[in-house]
């Protein structure tokens, strides 16, 4: 298990559209341990593929109800709307304001290569939204209404 480098807005990785995983190797078994090791590490809540170089499907995130492993995901069902604060691991210090549905539905692959479909509400939903879109070469910054500002973050005493 290790940490990877997170790519950063500018890098050309970050807009490209990635591959379908078509099987699980063991290389695609340390990728997800790496991406869930650097997504704590950075204190991020989800973490796609490519922020670490990799263009495969594959994303994880953990919104502080334990790991969610996504392979080839899409989204199948969104309803209503939230908009609030987001920020990404790739734009470090900034975030904006961004409208997404408040509920999701996903239909993906477990390390095991087995359909499963997943249902998230408020940060969860926005989380489904934001790491796939990465797998198609988007990021939030494009979706921002009005600025993007910086972030203090400070401990908390």
Known sequence: MA???IREIGDEV????????TKITLRT???INDMLD???EALGVGLAAPQVGVLKR???????????VLINPEIIETS???????????????SGMV??????????????MEEI??????????????????LDGRMYVDLVEGELHDVNYEEEV
Not at 87 to 92: A, F, T
């Open 3 to 5: 940490t990877r480098k």
């Open 14 to 21: 970050l807009t490209k559209p990635c591959k379908e995983v």
């Open 29 to 31: 078994k340390v990728l």
């Open 38 to 40: 650097t997504m704590y």
């Open 58 to 68: 594959i994303v994880v995130i953990d919104v502080g109800e334990g790991p969610i």
């Open 80 to 94: 209503g709307e939230q908009s609030g604060e987001e920020g990404c691991l790739s734009v470090p210090g900034k």
């Open 99 to 112: 409208t997404r549905p408040d509920y999701v539905k996903v239909r993906a692959l477990n390390e095991d």
């Open 117 to 134: 479909e997943l249902e998230g509400e408020g940060l969860l939903a926005r989380a489904f939204c934001h790491e796939i879109d990465h």
